[in-house]
């Protein structure tokens, strides 16, 4: 929590700064909608949610009979809010061995995530291991391992170009056998258009949910921030081929705004559970839906 | 890529045919759908802005030639302005003292590292030595990466570990490609964000050093508004040289491309496709066949180069006497599926032939369905010995039942594919004695029925 508001100190006053700086006029104009369009379609939200955004502050508008621009503020931030949901609890605990599976095309930041949210459940007192199921991509394994040397969590691997289920089974059984009792499973980038890749997501999926009934508990689609409307149709495409139960959205600490999870939320009807914001161990922080809206503005 | 936009631009110029001439009204309409599509692609909204205020301008004073319809005048229009927006095809400068350095630079996750290796194994096959270094010491089990895939490829890498600095590295690196005496020297940089001041100066700090002759920024297709800054950012602090844009085997619209080359004002020098590292996973960057394929006029170029690689003449004449000889084996039959899918997704094939966009967009093909019925196919041939592929004579009904179990289909879809199989033995007989007869079994309920 202390790093998501220190990381995004900066942004708290220049939400109002900028749309008090640009909602400076005496009155609603044309202009004033333009500028609104423009910052939400540069902060990556996409036509579609600027429509829906801007046509509800106009209708607000009109029945709150609002003529000064600095009247829309609050009602454009809560707006944006509205359409945003809280992280939940993650639902990894009560049994003896909860599974995270962690899914996204590549260079999203998968491994690098799940390292962060394992020392995380670490932190938090958790027994937890890690599961290579990466194992196409040059030294995925090796980067896991050494990840987890930092962490001081086990990595459970088999060698380059091991079926991922089996990978994924196998570890299973050894999380059950050696007591851990919370398993993140990693798998290899794939692209959500590639058929055969995502038949294959599917199939380790139900790898896991033969091995531990009711896993895997949560499956967590990681999202580069930096992605624009794409993010929609990696998210409806992932969630054609397993059960997506939250988000994490990478590389935040970046100029890129992230918008476009506004449009894949309402899609999917699943939270964002957690935020990158940098390379540290510690970088991965509880998505907060204020500070989130906050920064989208922010002129960096 | 750039589906979609197609998709969009093909209904805007539908709806302009009907008329006469283009009136002002219509460019109007017109550039209202193109701004829309553009930002649905991607482009970053001041590039759009600037776009579409060129085309408006050009469309509305254009005289209608002769021969073209109004709304091919205006497809006209906007496909030369793409294309000037895109730019030339960059090429590598690779000229003064060997060796030549390219130094690649971008985000974390962009494809720095895949596409070294690609470029390096693509570089090689025009005869030119290629020479690693791994510069990455940051992300864990980066070098060891760089390092796989040099084994992978054959080709040399220069790495230190993670202890030393970057900079050291690549200065050492260079002095030991001159040794090896390596024609071109590629060195991978850790990923970093334009803005993390202490990580561009790193950069400066290798530029300095290596005195690269190209400084290539690798980006994600996929990439949304960012694009501007993160183009803008690299450019401003090391002049970069050229842009590579990487995952544009995804499905993402890819108006980063044109947002990039917009603001940087550098030529975008290769298109990446897909992980696996082969030179033509690195595609040269063509803007007409790019911008053909935003106005839905198909990629057919791109389509015949591909086929033609995979296809090499002598396979094909391999495959032409085994057919003529009627030896063409179910084992055949499941190389060749392989080889159309090694092209590309069965939507990315069909995406480049001209017209495809549409129909598509009119449902009237499933690519799922077409890509679930080679991909049983293909299970079902997987799941015969190498005995039945070569001899399918010996199929019988036990057989049948197990390749139907291993498969996870009904005995029926088994039989389907043997019959097609049988079918076009036939039909190869008697092509063979000359004659040319219906079979109604190959075009209607076959494979693609």
């Known amino acids: 929590m202390g790093i998501f508001k220190s990381g995004m100190a900066k942004t708290r006053q220049s939400f109002f700064g900028r749309i008090g700086q640009m909602?400076?006029?005496?009155?609603?104009?044309?202009?004033?909608?333009?500028?609104?369009?423009?910052?939400?379609?540069?902060?990556?939200?996409?036509?579609?949610?600027?429509?829906?955004?801007?046509?509800?502050?106009?209708?607000?508008?009109?029945?709150?009979?609002?003529?000064?621009?600095?009247?829309?503020?609050?009602?454009?931030?809560?707006?944006?809010?509205?359409?945003?949901?809280?992280?939940?609890?993650?639902?990894?605990s009560g049994r003896d061995l909860s599974v995270i599976l962690v899914i996204g095309v590549n260079g999203s930041g998968k491994t690098t995530s799940i390292a962060k949210l394992a020392h995380r459940l670490k932190r938090a007192g958790r027994n937890v291991a890690l599961a290579a199921g990466d194992t196409f991509r040059a030294a995925a394994i090796d980067q896991l391992q050494k990840w987890g040397e930092r962490i001081g969590v086990p990595v459970i691997a088999n060698k380059p170009g091991a079926d991922p289920g089996a990978v994924a089974y196998d570890a299973i059984n050894a999380a059950k056998a050696r007591g851990y009792d919370i398993l993140i499973v990693d798998t290899a980038g794939r692209l959500h258009n590639n058929y055969n890749l995502m038949q294959e997501l599917a199939k380790v999926r139900s790898v896991i949910a033969k091995a531990v009934p009711g896993a895997p508990h949560e499956t967590l689609l990681v999202l580069d921030g930096t992605t624009g409307q794409n993010a929609?149709?990696?998210?409806?495409?992932?969630?054609?081929?397993?059960?997506?139960?939250?988000?994490?959205?990478?590389?935040?600490?970046?100029?890129?705004?992230?918008?476009?999870?506004?449009?894949?939320?309402?899609?999917?009807?699943?939270?964002?559970?957690?935020?990158?914001?940098?390379?540290?161990?510690?970088?991965?922080?509880?998505?907060?839906?204020?500070?989130?809206?906050?920064?989208?503005f922010d002129q960096d | 890529?750039?589906?979609?936009?197609?998709?969009?631009?093909?209904s805007v110029f539908d709806k302009l045919g009907k008329g006469g001439r283009v009136s002002e009204q219509d460019v109007s309409n017109a550039m209202r759908e193109v701004r829309m599509a553009l930002l649905e692609a991607d482009v970053a909204l001041?590039?759009?802005?600037?776009?579409?205020?060129?085309?408006?301008?050009?469309?509305?004073?254009?005289?209608?030639?002769?021969?073209?319809?109004?709304?091919?005048?205006?497809?006209?229009?906007?496909?030369?302005?793409l294309i000037e927006t895109l730019g030339e095809p960059g090429r590598l400068n690779l000229s003064g003292t060997k060796p030549a350095v390219i130094m690649m630079v971008g985000l974390q996750g962009s494809?720095?590292?895949?596409?070294?290796?690609?470029?390096?194994?693509?570089?090689?096959?025009?005869?030119?030595?290629?020479?690693?270094?791994?510069?990455?010491?940051?992300?864990?089990?980066?070098?060891?990466?760089?390092?796989?895939?040099?084994?992978?490829?054959?080709?040399?890498?220069?790495?230190?570990?993670?202890?030393?600095?970057?900079?050291?590295i690549a200065q050492r690196g260079l002095e030991a490609a001159r040794k090896a005496n390596a024609a071109v020297v590629i060195v991978d940089t850790a990923g970093r964000l334009q803005i993390d001041d202490n990580l561009m100066n790193e950069l400066?700090?290798?530029?300095?050093?290596?005195?690269?002759?190209?400084?290539?920024?690798?980006?994600?297709?996929?990439t949304g508004q960012e694009a501007?800054?993160?183009?803008?950012?690299?450019?401003?602090?090391l002049s970069i040289t050229g842009l590579i844009l990487t995952k544009v085997d995804g499905d993402a619209r890819g108006g980063a491309a044109l947002s990039m080359r917009a603001v940087t004002g550098v030529p975008i020098k290769y298109i990446g496709t897909g992980e696996k590292i082969s030179a033509d996973a690195l595609e040269v960057f063509h803007p007409e066949r790019i911008a053909d394929r935003i106005l839905g006029m198909g990629d057919v170029m791109t389509l015949i180069e591909k086929a033609e690689q995979l296809y090499e003449e002598e396979e094909?004449?391999?495959?032409?006497?085994?057919?003529?000889?009627?030896?063409?084996?179910?084992?055949?039959f499941l190389d060749q599926l392989k080889k159309i899918r090694r092209m590309g997704s069965i939507s990315q094939v069909m995406g480049m032939i001209p017209g495809f966009s549409k129909m598509q967009l009119q449902g009237k093909i499933d690519n799922q369905e077409i890509e679930g019925r080679i991909r049983k196919v293909e299970a079902i041939i997987s799941s015969m010995t190498r005995q039945e592929r070569e001899n399918p004579r010996i199929l019988n009904a036990s057989r049948r039942k197990r390749i139907a179990k291993g498969s996870g289909v009904e005995v029926r879809d088994v039989n389907d594919v043997i019959k097609q199989y049988q079918q076009m033995q036939t039909l190869m007989a008697q092509l063979k004695k000359g004659r040319f007869p219906k079979i109604p079994g190959l075009t209607d309920g076959g494979l693609f029925g």
């Open chain 2, 46 to 81: 001041p590039i759009v802005k600037d776009f579409v205020s060129r085309v408006r301008e050009q469309a509305i004073g254009a005289e209608v030639h002769k021969s073209l319809r109004p709304s091919q005048q205006v497809i006209k229009i906007v496909h030369t302005a």
């Open chain 1, 232 to 296: 929609l149709k990696q998210g409806q495409k992932f969630a054609e081929a397993v059960e997506i139960t939250g988000l994490i959205v990478t590389k935040l600490d970046s100029t890129a705004k992230g918008g476009m999870i506004f449009s894949v939320m309402t899609e999917l009807h699943v939270p964002v559970q957690f935020v990158g914001l940098g390379e540290g161990v510690d970088d991965l922080v509880y998505f907060n839906p204020e500070q989130f809206v906050d920064s989208l």
């Open chain 2, 204 to 222: 400066e700090q290798i530029k300095a050093r290596t005195k690269p002759n190209e400084i290539l920024l690798v980006a994600d297709a996929m």
């Open chain 2, 228 to 237: 501007v800054n993160i183009a803008t950012g690299f450019n401003k602090r």
């Open chain 2, 316 to 332: 094909a004449l391999r495959l032409q006497q085994k057919m003529l000889e009627n030896k063409f084996t179910l084992q055949d």
């Open chain 2, 111 to 168: 494809g720095k590292t895949t596409t070294c290796a690609k470029l390096a194994l693509s570089l090689r096959k025009e005869g030119k030595q290629p020479f690693l270094i791994a510069a990455d010491t940051y992300r864990p089990a980066a070098v060891e990466q760089l390092m796989t895939l040099g084994k992978q490829i054959g080709v040399e890498v220069y790495q230190e570990g993670v202890s030393a600095k970057p900079e050291d």
């Open chain 1, 23 to 92: 909602l400076s006029g005496r009155q609603i104009t044309q202009e004033t909608w333009d500028e609104i369009e423009a910052m939400l379609i540069q902060a990556d939200l996409g036509l579609e949610t600027t429509e829906t955004v801007i046509e509800y502050l106009r209708s607000a508008a009109r029945e709150e009979r609002l003529t000064h621009p600095d009247q829309l503020r609050r009602v454009l931030r809560e707006s944006l809010l509205a359409l945003l949901d809280p992280p939940r609890e993650l639902n990894i």
């Open chain 2, 1 to 10: 890529m750039f589906e979609s936009l197609s998709q969009r631009l093909q």
